[in-house]
């Protein structure tokens, strides 16, 4: 199947109305011969991008990725669209991959997927030489970057497609959203004469909810209570606490796996594919999960501890809600992570000056996690875009609150600091202010200061609140070396304080008391993408899920190649009821429709299903 046409070929084949952002520039560009570095955020839609421009030319197009495991589920869902699609990779029987070559040495191959070990392998490049190439794809192409945080030695290699395939388009894409890395791969990959395309790194279906740390177990449970049945990725720090997350989430009887690089080759494949092919599973992992990660209807990604950048927040956040829907990103962060991840810093065998770039990179996280405007502008910019207006999709925004004059309060906090002696962690600053009985204050003698027992108008976790935002406001500093004790930062900023020269607002967390009857933020965020949905829809659509389900077990593929969540809403809510009415839906092309199509409508035309129970609004009691 060769035809020209991008528009056509995006509507046929892949069911989609319209391109989306650069796509049809980029395809056009490549269409016509051009290569280029593609820079857009996870989910953007950068398969596209090369796919079609490879249906458009002539010869196979050959896709470079990192991961074998997801190649397989690409070329599956590029096969249920009717695209003749392999892979080539380390897992394939001789024979196999055999069969392959014949194929493409046919020229009945429109796209071939090879990992880049196998790509670089003797005698590889130049079996392709005798074959007519449309173009090559380097996907995850950041993994070239010693800076980034995928580094893979062997895409340094691909380097040498520029020079052996100077006629052919070249196109490195990648979601990394930091200016250093993309540099490093134009230069690694040679692609300074190509274009450079980048689209909008805002992810506006995503909405940002930051809390205060104050106990993460019982916050996570109370955050997923309301979204059990959904697709989730819940980040913690170290193997020790994925692994105690992940208890706690099945006790609370969610469908969890662990995943983390101390777990067996196969129990993390399993905890993979069950994430990948059933619904509702909520992996709890380190950052080893996740890239290349592209099932499209992960509804949530909560981080239970800070990560180590904005970069990796931002990357790990991204995972949520590639199909478009509603998303959720929650974190909780506290006083306490802060200093640990200082100490991480200073721990490495990193030469200083690497040091100190991490130390940037955190404070950057710091300036995010105490914003006191919307949390998109402040992540965007970091990216260098600037977003005119506040998002409203995030808790700032959503919950409003101009703060209130602490200046009383942020001077208690730095006396007690001072009478201290400039050496104590936020834990002990909270118990001295608030007249605490513990052993290290008997010890120390703390109950004598002037400072004791002076700060009972806040309770702990606004004090914790207020040191942790005067210490990224740079009030007062945390060394590393003195294990999270806390100093004066410079006088400039401190002195006015404390003689009242200044005042100080900011935000700080409601008393507990309160707190729990104001539990509508996380609620009011549900983003059950269902929702959308009028209640008879969703049934249908429940039905569509099953009947989906059924497909995709029967073919031993993910249920989304078949057809995604927003496809089967689109066919609930809108019920066609002819072959030629369902080719209109988003995501239905002409393979899917020709496969499909039938069972689909007589799924329809069947009569209502009877709820099983009554319906709720008559017979619930009032609350
Ligand atoms: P990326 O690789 O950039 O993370 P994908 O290429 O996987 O993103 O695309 C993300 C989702 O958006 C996929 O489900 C894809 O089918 C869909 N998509 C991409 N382009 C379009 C388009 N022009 N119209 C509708 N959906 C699209
Ligand atoms: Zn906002």
């Not at 520039?25 to 820079?39: N, P």
């Not at 990192?66 to 990779?89: F, K, S, T, Y």
């Not at 991480?344 to 690497?354: G, L, R, Y």
């Not at 949905?533 to 969703?538: D, F, Q, V």
Request: charged share 25%.
């Amino acid at each position: 199947m060769k035809v020209g046409d991008p528009a056509k070929v995006l509507q046929d084949v892949f069911g989609y109305g319209a391109f989306r952002g650069p796509q049809a520039e980029i395809v056009a560009h490549v269409v016509s011969g051009g290569s280029a570095l593609v820079l857009m955020p996870t989910g953007g839609g950068k398969s596209l991008c090369y796919q079609i421009p490879a249906l458009c030319r002539p010869g196979v197009g050959v896709v470079v990725s990192p991961l074998i495991a997801l190649m397989q589920d690409q070329v599956e869902g590029l096969r249920q669209a009717g695209v003749r699609a392999a892979a080539l990779n380390s897992s394939l029987e001789a024979g196999e991959a055999a069969a392959i070559w014949r194929t493409l040495e046919r020229g009945e191959l429109d796209l071939l997927y090879v990992s880049p070990e196998r790509l670089m392998s003797p005698g590889f490049l130049d079996r392709l030489e005798q074959l007519p190439l449309a173009l090559f794809a380097i996907d995850e192409a950041h993994c070239v970057s010693q800076w980034g945080h995928d580094f893979r030695p062997e895409y340094l290699q691909l380097a040498v497609l520029a020079e052996r395939f100077s006629a052919i388009p070249r196109l490195a894409l990648t979601a990394t959203a930091d200016p250093r890395t993309r540099e490093e791969i134009r230069e690694r990959l040679q692609l300074q004469q190509g274009r450079v395309f980048l689209a909008s790194f805002d992810r506006p279906n995503i909405r940002y909810l930051l809390r205060d740390k104050d106990e993460a177990r019982s916050q996570l449970l109370a955050f997923l209570a309301e979204r059990r049945g959904e697709a989730g990725i819940v980040y913690a720090r170290s193997r020790a606490r994925v692994d105690r997350f992940a208890a706690d989430l099945r006790a609370a009887g969610f469908d969890a796996v662990a995943y983390h690089a101390g777990l067996s080759a196969e129990a993390r494949s399993t905890a993979l594919n069950r994430f990948r092919r059933e619904a509702g599973v909520v992996v709890v992992a380190t950052i080893a999960f996740g890239m290349g990660i592209d099932k499209p209807d992960v509804r949530f990604v909560a981080h239970v501890d800070l990560p180590k950048s904005l970069e990796a927040y931002y990357q790990e956040t991204g995972r949520a809600g590639r199909d478009g829907l509603p998303a959720v990103a929650w974190m909780v962060h506290g006083a306490g992570d802060v200093p640990q991840l200082r100490r991480f810093i200073e721990d490495s065998d990193a030469a200083p000056a690497q040091k100190q770039i991490e130390h940037g990179k955190l404070n950057a996280l710091i300036g995010f996690s105490e914003a006191s405007a919307c949390r998109r502008q402040v992540l965007l910019k970091h990216f260098g875009e600037i977003l005119a207006e506040p998002c409203g999709n995030c808790d700032l925004c959503l919950e409003p609150d101009t703060g209130t004059d602490v200046t009383v309060a942020a001077r208690k906090a730095l006396s007690a600091v001072f009478r201290t002696g400039q050496r104590f962690g936020g834990a002990h600053l909270v118990d001295v202010l608030l007249g605490g009985d513990t052993a290290r204050i008997r010890e120390l003698g703390h109950g004598e200061l002037s400072v004791y027992g002076i700060g009972r108008e806040l309770e702990r976790g606004q004090w914790r609140s207020l040191i942790r935002q005067l210490v990224a406001k740079s009030y007062l500093l945390s060394d590393a070396e003195s294990r999270g004790g806390l100093r004066f930062g410079p006088d400039s900023l401190v002195k006015p304080l404390l003689k009242g020269e200044v005042s100080l607002a900011l935000r700080l967390p409601p008393p507990a008391k309160e707190r729990r009857q104001a539990t509508g933020g996380d609620r009011g965020a549900a983003a059950t993408a269902t929702l959308e949905l009028a209640e008879e829809g969703r049934e249908r659509f429940e039905v569509l899920r099953s009947w989906r389900l059924e497909q995709a077990r029967s073919q031993g593929v993910p249920p989304y190649v078949v057809f995604h969540d927003r496809t089967l809403m689109e066919i609930a809510s809108r019920q066609p009821t002819s072959l030629a009415e369902l080719g209109t839906v988003t995501g239905v092309g002409q393979a899917k429709l020709d496969r499909y199509g039938e069972s689909v409508l007589q799924l329809l035309a069947r009569p209502e299903p009877q709820p099983l129970r009554p319906s709720l609004g008559l017979c619930s009691p009032e609350p």
